[in-house]
């Protein structure tokens, strides 16, 4: 089966504070959608930025901007990971 989301090679970090632990051996499809919903800022992290993605990619990122996102401490919600539905 294809995967419709294929990240580049490496493990990856998705929310600020969290370790670097998703690829592609362990992130399904449905994941990398709620990852993607949750952290659009993570789209650049994948193969290809596909048209499917409910996400607006952010054209800019200034390194100011990526500075003050790291300096903060990650709020309950960010240091929430996924949760498939039972």
Not at 62 to 80: G, H, R, V
Request: hydrophobic content about 25%.
């Amino acid at each position: 089966m294809t995967k419709k989301y294929t990240l580049k090679p490496g493990k990856h970090q998705f929310a600020s504070g969290s370790p670097a632990i998703h690829d592609n051996d362990n992130l399904s499809d449905e994941e990398a959608e709620w990852y993607l919903e949750k952290y659009p800022h993570i789209a650049g992290l994948f193969v290809e930025r596909l048209e499917s993605c409910k996400v607006e990619m952010l054209e800019n990122v200034s390194s100011e901007n990526i500075k003050k996102e790291t300096e903060t401490t990650p709020s309950e919600a960010d240091q929430q990971e996924y949760q498939p539905e039972k």
